[in-house]
Every structure is written in structure tokens, then in C-alpha cells.
């Protein structure tokens, strides 16, 4: 299968990374682009540095490096900036966050204690075990976003950007479901103009970089930009949008491994998942509802991975457990346990533990990176609405209404690599081989 090429706009001039919260995962990734732009660390963790796609036949022996491959910005070309509830700069907020030892710190301390945030858009009601002083007086919801586009416009102004992009990076908010304010552009600018609160900070900050042009994702798992009104307004804006909730450590392993075990016909009966988290994020989500937010995006991958409507047998009685637990002395290292009980032929149990210590922003950021270097080529090459071949970063990612979301990893991969390949007027691999044999 071949389409004729996409005309992809090159990416001249330099690209505004605007993060909404300045915290663990954000200063993770800016120091991270600055020490690799220095020559002192390597882009590990990130497809759009080091990964490469075959084109054509095995025999043909073609893998460029996906940056090569498609025009992408040039981390060279990279300009940070943030909103936050505190007045750190992206320097003391590393400090804070204890992620990035004090050597290589120091080596980019210049560049990250430039970085100031903006005054943020807060409130309490949304994310209830935090509060801080860097936080805009509006009066009402309309003129907070009021602000937000003249923020946006200043940082654009003021470093001469071509193009922006904006991520959230902030706390999760409070669990809510989707409401008739959410439904279409109409209802959710009326809701705004009451100050109706189903309107949450996180969709102020979508809505105001939505109306200025801007792609915009939504790295934590609230709703966000994940809703009817704010999807019609991407497509009316002609702006792409990804989300939610950055796929790194135990859920990424379980749309791994999930998918591996059902490809066997293994039965799973019970998947107790459980992990200790001391850094801010987790903090936050002692809250029982920040963490009924996070909760639903870990929950629902299983459900939707292992299908069982379509093997009662082996999955329609499977327990799904998922815990977290603020434990303040391990910082960012998160240490998660999974226990998958399992079964075989005949009945046969199994299990399969796994301890992961991993490190909960080092993973994250070059996720991020992925996302602002991506969504900037979707807008370049006249992409809008949901991008769904980003599914591969997301928890939970969005979809059109009346299809469900793709959790497997390789599924997820196969599809960001033919969406480049199509866009490039390449064939699409389908794997299936039969051209090797006559
Ligand atoms: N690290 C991971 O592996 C991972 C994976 C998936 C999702 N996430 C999500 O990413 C987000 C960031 O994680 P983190 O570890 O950096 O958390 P963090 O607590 O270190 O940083 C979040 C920052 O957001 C700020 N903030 C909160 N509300 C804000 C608002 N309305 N406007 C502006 N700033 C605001 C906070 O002050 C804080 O500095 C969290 O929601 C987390 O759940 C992280």
C-alpha cells in the first residue's frame, strides 16, 4: 500500500515548549534537552532520537532514524517555558525534586534558573493537597483564559518563536466524569461564562492554547483536553491534540506483557498491582480523588487489552487491583510489585511477580520530548483533532467517540510507524511476508 506524500511544512525558526507545572517531570525534561544538547548525556528513552523504521522489503536494508526520516525541530532549536503554582525556577524546582544528581545539575543550572514560571491558573477545589502563592486573580473563568492567551502570545513575542506547542504537566486533578458542559464548544463557552465548575483549570489552559493555534497534550490522566467541546474546537482550530496520562512504569509493562500472554490464550484470573511514591505526584494523589482519577486510566487498560467479551474463559472473572502509596523516603524512585495470577491448560495456575524499580521522571521525560517534537510535526503537516497514533505515550488514550482505545504497546508502535510511513508516501508494513516467497 502506497499513498502519494503529505506536504510536511519545514520546521524553520524555533519551537516554544510550553509546560503547564514546573515540577518533577518538567525539569526532568528541560535539564535532560540541555545536558543532551551539551554533549553530556545521551537521548535514551526517546523514539524521535534514537529510533529508526524499516522501509520496503527486508532485503532492502533501508532504517533511517525516525529523525531523519521525517522533518522534526532540532533540540537546538527548543525554547522552555512554564506555569506554576510556586516562584522556583526550573533550577530550584529540580533541586526540589531530587530526580537529577547535583553534578550534572549544575552543569545546565544557567539555562534552567532562566526558566520562571508564569503565575498559574489554581484552584484548590481541583487539587486539594497542594497550594502556592504564583497563582493568577481573576475574575471569573473567562478572564483567566483572558490571561493565559496573553501569556502565550508574550512567550511567543518575546523569544521571536515560528511555532508553540503546550503540555500539561501538572498535578492531576479531582476524578470527574463527563458532563453536558463538556459536550460540544456551545455548552462548555456557556459554562465558562457562568463559572460553572465542571470547567477545570487543565481545560482553561486547552481551551486558551487551543484558541491561539497551539497543539496542545495532556500528560496526566484528567480529563483535560479529553472531552467532546474542547476535540471540536481542535478540529475547528485546525490543531492536533494527544493525551492523557503518560504510559511509564507499571502500566507500560502491563500492555507488554498483557498482550503476550493473551496472544497464548493465558487465562488471567487476577492482576494485583501495587507501588510506593514519594515524590510530589504522589503527594497529590493521597488524595483519594486525585487518585480515583489516576486510578480509572490504570484500570481500564486491562479491560480493554484482554477483551473479556471475547474470552469469558479466560479473562470474565479477573480481579484487577491498582494501589499507590505516598511513601516520602523513596522521592521519584518508585518501586512497583505486580502479582499476575495466571492459568494454562487444563487449568494449571501459574504466577508471575515482578518488581520494578524504576524511576518515575526519568522515564517520563523524553516521553514528554516525543510528544512537543510530534505534535509540532502533526500541526506541520496539517494534522488536527486526536492524534490517535500517539497512543503509544498514554495510559489512556483518547479516541473517537464509539471506538476503543489501543493499550498494546506493539500495536501502538506499528501504528506511529506506518502514520510516518504514510505521511512520507512510503509503503506501509503490514508484516506479512508473503513478497519473500514465490
Ligand atoms: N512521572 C511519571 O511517570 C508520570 C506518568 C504519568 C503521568 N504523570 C503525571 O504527570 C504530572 C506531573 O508529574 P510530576 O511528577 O512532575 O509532579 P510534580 O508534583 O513534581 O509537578 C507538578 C507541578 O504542577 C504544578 N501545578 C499543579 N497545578 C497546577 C496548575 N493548575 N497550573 C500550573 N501548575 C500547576 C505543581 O505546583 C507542581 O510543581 C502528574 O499529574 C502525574 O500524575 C507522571
Not at 508553540?164 to 453536558?180: G, K
Not at 493521597?286 to 487498560?301: A, I, M, Q, Y
Request: with cysteine; charged share 25%; net charge neutral.
Amino acid at each position: 500500500m502506497r499513498h502519494p506524500a503529505i506536504h510536511i511544512a519545514s520546521p524553520r525558526g524555533k519551537l516554544g515548549v510550553l509546560l503547564v507545572g514546573l515540577g518533577a517531570v518538567s525539569t526532568t525534561f528541560i535539564a535532560g534537552v540541555h545536558a543532551i544538547r551539551k554533549d553530556l548525556a545521551k537521548p535514551i528513552g526517546s523514539l524521535t532520537q534514537l529510533g529508526t523504521l524499516r522501509l520496503g522489503k527486508r532485503t532492502d536494508h533501508r532504517a533511517p532514524a525516525i529523525r531523519e526520516f521525517v522533518p522534526l525541530a532540532q533540540l537546538d532549536d527548543l525554547v522552555f517555558g512554564a506555569w506554576d503554582i510556586f516562584e522556583d525556577n526550573a533550577y530550584e524546582s529540580a533541586r526540589t525534586a531530587a530526580v537529577i544528581e547535583t553534578g550534572l545539575l549544575e552543569r545546565v543550572r544557567t539555562e534552567l534558573e532562566a526558566i520562571r514560571p508564569m503565575a498559574a491558573v489554581f484552584n484548590r477545589q481541583y487539587v486539594k493537597r497542594l497550594d502556592g502563592p504564583n497563582v493568577k486573580r481573576g475574575c471569573d473563568k473567562r478572564d483567566l483564559v483572558e490571561q493565559l492567551r496573553a501569556d502565550i502570545r508574550a512567550f511567543a513575542r518575546s523569544h521571536s518563536l515560528t511555532r508553540m506547542v503546550v503540555l500539561w504537566c501538572a498535578s492531576t486533578e479531582a476524578y470527574m466524569t463527563e458532563s453536558a458542559a463538556h459536550k460540544s464548544l456551545a455548552e462548555f463557552e456557556r459554562a465558562l461564562d457562568r463559572n460553572d465548575a465542571a470547567i477545570t483549570p487543565s481545560m482553561l489552559y486547552a481551551y486558551a492554547a487551543l484558541q491561539e493555534g497551539v497543539p496542545y497534550a495532556n500528560a496526566a490522566p484528567n480529563l483535560g483536553v479529553d472531552i467532546p467541546a474542547l476535540v471540536e474546537l481542535a478540529t475547528e482550530q485546525h490543531v492536533p491534540v494527544a493525551g492523557k496520562d503518560l504510559k511509564t512504569g507499571q502500566t507500560l509493562l502491563k500492555t507488554i506483557i498483557a498482550p503476550g500472554l493473551k496472544s497464548r490464550m493465558l487465562g488471567v484470573s487476577g492482576w494485583y498491582s501495587t507501588n510506593i511514591l514519594g515524590n510530589r505526584d504522589g503527594e497529590v494523589l493521597d488524595d483519594p480523588d486525585c487518585f480515583r482519577t489516576k486510578e480509572v486510566s490504570k484500570k481500564g487498560v486491562l479491560d480493554y487489552l484482554l477483551q473479556p467479551q471475547l474470552y469469558p474463559d479466560l479473562y470474565g472473572h479477573l480481579c484487577h487491583k491498582v494501589q499507590i502509596n505516598y511513601y516520602p523516603p523513596r522521592g521519584d524512585n518508585k518501586e512497583g510489585w505486580d502479582n499476575v495470577d495466571l492459568f494454562g491448560w487444563l487449568n494449571y495456575p501459574m504466577q508471575l511477580k515482578i518488581n520494578f524499580l524504576c524511576r518515575d521522571s526519568i522515564l517520563a521525560a523524553p516521553l514528554v520530548l516525543d510528544l512537543a517534537l510530534f505534535l509540532d510535526l502533526a500541526a506541520r503537516a496539517g494534522r488536527h483533532g486526536i492524534q490517535e497514533w500517539l497512543s503509544f505515550y498514554f495510559k489512556s488514550p483518547m479516541h473517537a467517540t464509539g471506538l476503543y482505545p489501543e493499550h498494546d504497546l506493539s500495536i501502538q508502535l506499528t501504528k506511529l510507524k506506518n502514520t510516518l510511513r504514510e505521511w512520507r508516501g512510503e509503503s506501509l508494513i503490514t508484516h506479512l511476508g508473503t513478497e519473500y516467497y514465490g
